[in-house]
Antibody, heavy 122, light 109 residues
Framework: QVQLQESGPGLVKPSQTLSLTCSVSGGSISSDGHYWSWVRQRPGKGLEWIGYIYYSGSTYYNPSLKNRVTISVDTSENQFSLRLSSVTAADTAMYYC??????????????WGQGTMVTVSS | DIQLTQSPSFLSASVGDRVTITCRASQGISSHAAWYQQKPGKAPKLLIFATSTLQSGVPSRFSGSGSGTEFTLTISSLQAEDFAIYFC???????????FGGGTKVEIK
């Protein structure tokens, strides 16, 4: 059974870069038909898609974050990563990694990590 | 830019009630929706994908329907463990973007 686990600093200073890694276990990140995504949730708010990546390296980003986001994949380590630059307090959120199953012309986030809280503060 | 509006944003219901949550898209550019349940302190859980397909292990009291710009999640008989926040989600293919609805909090009456 595929499981995802986020890791990374829980505190980031303003203007710095937030870096998180999602480790995939129980299955291969190189499996066909799956994207690997980051989603965040500000305290008390809804879900915000950050972006996702295919094992080949193809990426799709939320246009509202595109200028600051980089998602990368390391197939040898079976993990993928998020970098969000120039962070502000508005980037304080619970960050989830998730597997996205491609289903024809749609898809669904079928497996989620437990999430990691990141606070932006000096 | 696709926007998803859920209604109601909050509802109070009793065990055994039939509950319906609606998700309206600002544009009819996706033929499908997915629904997620989130309990306090937990990650979201996929309930329904491709509008009406139940994810494995999800009780049959959950169902989904809809087309065009309106999609619904129905809980036929609300159980105690169903009190949670529910989110809808769509994929806009061109340009590719994922949108989530704002959420519907289901609380005990």
């Amino acid at each position: 059974q595929v499981q995802l686990q986020e890791s990374g600093p829980g505190l980031v200073k303003p203007s710095q870069t937030l870096s998180l890694t999602c480790s995939v276990s129980g299955g291969s990140i190189s499996s066909d038909g799956h994207y690997w995504s980051w989603v965040r949730q500000r305290p008390g708010k809804g879900l915000e898609w950050i972006g996702y990546i295919y094992y080949s390296g193809s990426t799709y980003y939320n246009p509202s974050l595109k200028n600051r986001v980089t998602i990368s994949v390391d197939t040898s380590e079976n993990q993928f990563s998020l970098r969000l630059s120039s962070v502000t307090a508005a980037d304080t959120a619970m960050y989830y990694c998730a597997r996205v199953e491609q289903l024809g012309d749609t898809h669904a986030f079928d497996i989620w990590g437990q999430g990691t809280m990141v606070t932006v503060s000096s | 830019d696709i926007q998803l509006t859920q209604s109601p944003s909050f509802l109070s219901a009793s065990v055994g009630d039939r509950v319906t949550i609606t998700c309206r898209a600002s544009q009819g550019i996706s033929s499908h929706a997915a629904w997620y349940q989130q309990k306090p302190g937990k990650a979201p859980k996929l309930l329904i994908f491709a509008t009406s397909t139940l994810q494995s292990g999800v009780p049959s009291r959950f169902s989904g329907s809809g087309s065009g710009t309106e999609f619904t999640l129905t809980i036929s008989s609300l159980q105690a463990e169903d009190f949670a926040i529910y989110f809808c989600q769509q994929l806009s293919p061109y340009p590719r973007k994922v949108a989530f609805g704002g959420g519907t909090k289901v609380e005990i009456k």
